[in-house]
């Protein structure tokens, strides 16, 4: 056997951008599983998917030309139903030594764990590994994530697009193989305006330097390499620097297979509109970068890939700018007018939109989330008033042309239009500030006023989507309930703000109740005016008033826990220090923050397992103890050595950390704790807990329980105990 490197490259019409790394990634894998799968090595290197829009290709500098000898094993039925008395062979064995073609005599025999059996030991010659590439090529297609393959022609198979080209070389030989309608050759295209022309491929080697040559560069990452450095070069031309996000970068990756930037122009009269508007058309819409100056503001230059090294470059950057100018001119036109009317009066309109049909209209919600704002605002040192400011203005953009036009600007335009109108500059950020965190990476708000909108907007989101029946269940989320908690979690923590939650749920359901009463008596209002004008009189309406119980607050505060289980799992908190801190249910989640760092450096102590183990113990005596407990220990009651040495370090102990307890430093509290060790585990080496005498019992389970309480005041550390 010897190894011979191996390409495999399928040609196609161009495939969706969005899916092609997916794509890519999925068909080396599944060539590289089907190697493995039958025993065929291979020198992987560091190869990797190599893929353009208009093709799949998997290269490999070694693989083996034939599998290895294949051994097989098929179990025959055990000694004592293959064997009679006599030690003659049954129907049961004769039988399965047919249907192999031998004597029976020729069977071995192994042993399992119910007992000894005949088997059939083969050994055959491996296969040949050109005759199991097209059953390998298959089995990879078929499972990539293909949703909706597409058909062409009267064929019955189907792809992500129609396959036009399959290249199968293992060392210089080409592999016979027949796959969605193509027979494999070595001949590959080249690009699609640049080099028209079949590629000649004499061996897999040749693969990316005779493709380079024919104007395709087939590494997704060189692709990249070249669009940044192009990129930079061209805004380096202008005298800006380019703005390159890694979705915008990715998908023009995707776009081309031989990138030339081309640097292009707009008029300056459009960088009168907020500049967010403009990169959104750029990016989202053409792919293009934009350019900055030195401050980060939008210059008239940006800068498009052609997938082509024009001989009119001119002519290109005219054709990039005449696509992108009634896009800027809409945008302008929307921003003209959406300053005429004024953000103040922009929130006239929102009576008459729903937010949802049991919490009213999107008014309502402003509303609630005011009165939030200004309660939540004094207790982190925010201006009230603003905050009610802030609240009152921050949802009126979305009767804005601009956010009609562009969703995405929501809050941005909002900061936009109230600065045009005088809004203070505290006011116009928090009302931008009040959606972040608004993707999972995104940044929370970096003003305290625009923390506090974003906090008071989620808390009513929450309250309002459990209220109506609206949790999530399974992938259904339809008010974002989960990305809302997270959110709400994440400013409360990174904010440092120590917040009592279950306050603030309980503040925020309430006004929700209130509101859905109030749609209760406007619905019913609104059905008597018209029997009214039908003539027929119906009762006046009352309002069926109600709060949302305890269970209901615990429900919501446990759904944002949830979430948090998964952010600290993401920062590398154990599962048992989540669970530990979970346990005791903090009022306050910036509280709740620096209780998982202290069970982190506790656990890191020598003590830590020892005393979790303890704890752990202790939870259990207390349990199953019968009667009650006394509240006090008793020192006339400490008979034995240990336990009186342990109540006293208890005592101590108590002393110790009542301060540090108060002023939540609970690495101190817990590094102190940690020193009761020996005293513990004296105690439990020496001492009979459950005593017949029944005041020794009692004052020995109130000594337990004291020390457990101490113990637990952090965390329920007894989860550290394996």
């Avoid at 353009?52 to 070694?62: K, S």
């Avoid at 800006?240 to 990715?250: P, Q, S, Y």
């Avoid at 807990?689 to 389970?701: E, T």
Wanted: contains cysteine.
């Amino acid at each position: 056997m010897s190894m011979q490197p191996l390409l495999i490259e399928l040609g196609v019409e161009e495939l969706p951008v969005k899916a092609l790394p997916g794509l890519a990634q999925a068909f080396f894998d599944g060539v590289i599983d089907g190697l493995a799968k039958r025993g065929i090595a291979f020198e992987r290197g560091d190869a990797k998917p190599l893929s353009t829009p208009r093709r799949l290709a998997v290269l490999l500098p070694g693989v083996e030309t034939e599998q290895p000898e294949q051994h097989s094993e098929v179990f025959g039925p055990y000694l004592n139903i293959a064997l009679d008395a006599n030690g003659e062979p049954t129907k049961a064995l004769a039988g399965f030594a047919a249907k192999a073609g031998i004597d029976w005599t020729q069977l071995e025999r192994t042993t399992d764990a119910k007992g000894e059996r005949f088997v059939l030991r083969s050994v055959t010659p491996g296969a040949r590994t050109a005759e199991l590439l097209q059953e390998i090529l298959r089995e990879a297609i078929a499972a990539m994530p293909i949703p909706k393959p597409m058909r062409w022609g009267a064929h019955e198979y189907g792809f992500a697009r129609p396959v036009h080209w399959l290249v199968l070389l293992h060392g210089k030989d080409v592999v016979p193989a027949e796959l969605l309608g193509l027979n494999s050759d070595r001949m590959s295209r080249g690009h699609r305006f640049m080099h028209d022309k079949q590629v000649w491929l004499s061996q897999p080697g040749d693969y990316v330097e005779s493709l380079q040559a024919a104007c395709v560069i087939v590494d997704a990452d060189a692709r990249r390499e070249r669009i940044v450095h192009e990129v930079n070069a061209a805004a380096a031309k202008a005298g800006g620097v380019a703005r390159i996000t890694d979705d915008n970068l990715e998908q023009v990756v995707n776009l081309v297979e031989w990138p030339a930037a081309v640097l292009c122009s707009f008029e300056r009269e459009f960088l009168a509109v907020p500049q967010e508007a403009l990169v959104e058309t750029m990016e989202v819409n053409q792919k293009f970068f934009p350019v900055l100056d030195g401050a980060g503001k939008l210059t008239e230059k940006f800068i498009g890939i052609a997938n082509i090294e024009s001989k009119d470059v001119a002519e290109v950057a005219k054709g990039y700018e005449r696509v992108i100018r009634p896009r800027f001119s809409d945008a302008k036109f929307f921003f003209d007018e959406d300053l005429k009317q004024g953000l103040v009066a922009m929130g006239d309109g929102l009576k008459t939109v729903t937010y949802q049909a049991k919490l009213g209209s999107v008014a309502d919600k402003v509303q609630r989330v005011g009165a939030l704002a200004q309660a939540i605002a004094p207790q982190v040192g925010a201006d009230p008033v603003q905050a009610r400011r802030a609240a009152e203005l921050a949802k009126n953009d979305l009767q804005s042309r601009m956010v009609g036009e562009f969703p995405e600007l929501q809050g941005i335009a909002g900061r936009h239009y109230a600065v045009a109108g005088g809004e203070s500059p505290a006011v116009a950020l928090a009302i931008d500030e009040a959606y972040q965190p608004r993707f999972a990476a995104d940044d929370i708000a970096a003003s305290n006023l625009g923390k506090v909108l974003a906090i008071a907007e989620r808390l009513d989101t929450l309250a309002g989507g459990f209220a109506a029946g609206l949790k999530p269940t399974g992938n259904k989320d339809p008010f974002a309930l989960r990305r809302n908690a997270l959110g709400l979690a994440r400013t409360i923590i990174e904010s440092g703000f120590d917040l009592d939650l279950p306050v603030l749920l309980h503040m925020a359901a309430e006004r929700v109740m209130f509101s859905m009463s109030e749609v209760v008596l406007r619905d019913k209002a609104r059905i008597g005016e018209e029997a009214k004008a039908r003539g027929v009189e119906v009762p006046a309406g009352h309002s069926n008033a109600r709060s949302l119980t305890d269970t209901r607050y615990t429900e919501i505060y446990d759904f944002i826990l949830d979430r948090l289980r998964g952010y600290y799992a993401d920062k590398g908190v154990p599962a048992t220090h989540f669970n530990a801190v979970a346990e005791l249910k903090p009022a306050s989640l910036y509280d709740f923050d620096r209780r998982i760092d202290a069970i982190g450096t506790f656990a890191q102590l020598p003590e830590a397992e020892a005393l979790a183990a303890a704890n752990k113990r202790i939870r259990n005596i207390l349990r199953k103890a019968e009667g009650v407990i006394p509240g006090q220990i008793d020192p006339s009651l400490l008979r034995e050595p240990a336990e009186s040495e342990l109540a006293e370090a208890v005592a101590a102990a108590i002393d110790d950390t009542n301060v540090a307890l108060s002023q939540k430093d609970y690495v101190a509290v817990l590094a102190r704790l940690a020193r009761l060790r020996p005293q513990v585990d004296a105690f439990f080496d020496k001492v009979m807990v459950n005593a017949d005498d029944a005041a020794l019992r009692g004052n020995r389970l109130a000594l337990l329980r004291t020390l457990g309480d101490r113990l637990g005041s952090v965390a329920a550390i007894e989860h550290l105990s394996n």
